[in-house]
T-cell receptor
Framework: AQTVTQSQPEMSVQEAETVTLSCTYD???????LFWYKQPPSRQMILVIR??????QNATENRFSVNFQKAAKSFSLKISDSQLGDTAMYFCAFMIQWAGNMLTFGGGTRLMVKP | DTGVSQDPRHKITKRGQNVTFRCDPI?????LYWYRQTLGQGPEFLTY????????KSRLLSDRFSAERPKGSFSTLEIQRTEQGDSAMYLCASSLAPGTGSGSKQETQYFGPGTRLLVL
């Protein structure tokens, strides 16, 4: 079974600063996807970024980038130039590739961006 | 693209009553998933469909829970004889199955707004 751990329950950052959210996972699979999802207060889960395990290059989406360390089973999310709208719960999630089944989520990190 | 929609958004019921939730996936998506999320936690997988076939069910899905996707489009999740422990957010997601679509959209799950259930 796969497990996903987010060791930072809460974090805060000043507007315009950079913050990194941590995620580690455990699996015996070789081919998988990793995701970061954002869930703003009382709003729906939004995909932030996706990483395929076979790709060595770290994924980037505008101000969001990941540091994927496959050997260490680590998948951190860096948010640059933080904005007030980034305030949300952030969930790291794992999915086995081609099995196309369930996402396994971590417990989440609550991020507060302060003005 | 119209996103994933869920109805109702909120439901309050008394213990012992039956409730039914509906999910409409993104139109071209052939996979549909149900998750349950309790306050302050990450979502937990319940079940998923490919077209009309239910392919996997979690141990969390007790006998009181049933899900259907009769024509491979929308899905319903029914909870019979609700209990207070069923209070949670029920999330629906949809995706393209492996081998369909292309690039980064394949297998990525897109979520609806959820149905928040409160059992009194």
């Amino acid at each position: 079974a796969q497990t996903v751990t987010q060791s930072q329950p809460e974090m805060s950052v000043q507007e315009a600063e950079t913050v990194t959210l941590s995620c580690t996972y455990d699996t015996s699979e070789s081919n998988y996807y990793l995701f970061w999802y954002k869930q703003p207060p009382s709003r729906q889960m939004i995909l932030v970024i996706r990483q395929e395990a076979y790709k060595q290059q770290n994924a980037t989406e505008n101000r969001f980038s990941v540091n994927f360390q496959k050997a260490a089973k680590s998948f951190s999310l860096k948010i640059s130039d933080s904005q007030l709208g980034d305030t949300a719960m952030y969930f790291c999630a794992f999915m086995i590739q081609w099995a196309g089944n369930m996402l396994t989520f971590g417990g989440g990190t609550r991020l507060m961006v302060k003005p | 693209d119209t996103g994933v929609s869920q109805d109702p958004r909120h439901k309050i019921t008394k213990r012992g009553q039956n409730v039914t939730f509906r999910c409409d996936p993104i139109s071209e998506h052939n996979r549909l998933y149900w998750y349950r999320q309790t306050l302050g936690q990450g979502p937990e997988f319940l079940t998923y469909f490919q077209n009309e076939a239910q392919l996997e069910k979690s141990r969390l899905l007790s006998d009181r829970f049933s899900a259907e996707r009769p024509k491979g489009s929308f899905s319903t999740l029914e909870i019979q004889r609700t209990e207070q422990g069923d209070s949670a957010m029920y999330l629906c997601a949809s995706s393209l199955a492996p081998g369909t679509g292309s690039g980064s959209k394949q297998e990525t799950q897109y979520f609806g707004p959820g149905t928040r259930l409160l059992v009194l």
